[in-house]
């Protein structure tokens, strides 16, 4: 079965600091796997975008990483900002159809 | 570009009431899509069109009709609203079926059916 599961489910960090947050999944045949912001009431916007041979991807403060063999990707978010504030959903691309994983809620508290 | 546009914002039905979602894309994009998202899971796809008078089942599709009658629009129906369908939908399009660029969400409708 096709799945993406994200870890944490939540995290809290201060303000300035750094996080990483962490994706598998087991989906075929795979095609990219990409990261989204969600931010609250609002329809998820698109960060990064991999394919298979691709192994890092940066947009400003967000970096993500992709280990094709594992199956594993992070996002890692530098000096985070209150705005930074989201659910971070990881989805993989297969065939017709996106997968998504349940997202990492982060909330940035001064 | 306007982007993906979905009306209406909320909406609250009774059990047994049909209604139509209305979404669309000014981008000319071949491919569109609807998702639920319900607490606690990842966003579920209902149907999805690879371009006008195509369209497919997703992983959640019962209790939901879907058509594509041009490449702009893509209305979901809800035949006889049930609770099990309050959710906030999502439509989506992407450049073209492939799927390797980016994709492009509507703002959501939050829909209560009682």
């Known amino acids: 079965k096709n799945q993406v599961e994200q870890s944490p489910q939540s995290l809290i960090i201060l303000e300035g600091k750094n996080c990483t947050l962490q994706c598998n999944y087991t989906v075929s045949p795979f095609s990219n796997l990409r990261w989204y912001k969600q931010d609250t009431g609002r329809g998820p916007v698109s960060l990064t975008i991999m394919t298979f041979s691709e192994n890092t991807k940066s947009n400003g403060r967000y970096t993500a990483t992709l280990d094709a063999d594992t199956k594993q990707s992070s996002l890692h978010i530098t000096a985070s900002q209150l705005s930074d504030s989201a659910s971070y959903i990881c989805v993989v691309s297969a065939g017709n159809q996106f997968y998504f994983g349940t997202g990492t809620s982060l909330t940035v508290i001064p | 570009n306007a982007g993906v546009t979905q009306t209406p914002k909320f909406q609250v039905l009774k059990t047994g009431q049909s209604m139509t979602l209305q979404c669309a894309q000014d981008?000319?994009?071949?491919?569109m899509s609807w998702y639920r998202q319900d607490p606690g899971m990842g966003l579920r796809l209902i149907h999805y069109?690879?371009?006008?008078?195509?369209?497919d089942q997703g992983e959640v599709p019962n209790g939901y009709n879907v058509s594509r009658s041009t490449t702009e629009d893509f209305p979901l129906r809800l035949l006889s609203a049930a609770p099990s369908q309050t959710s906030v939908y999502f439509c989506?399009?992407?450049?073209?079926?492939?799927?390797?660029?980016?994709?492009?969400f509507g703002p959501g409708t939050r829909l209560l059916v009682l």
């Open positions: 989506a399009s992407n450049p073209d079926r492939t799927l390797q660029e980016t994709q492009y």
């Open positions: 069109s690879v371009g006008a008078g195509i369209t």
């Open positions: 981008m000319n994009h071949e491919y």
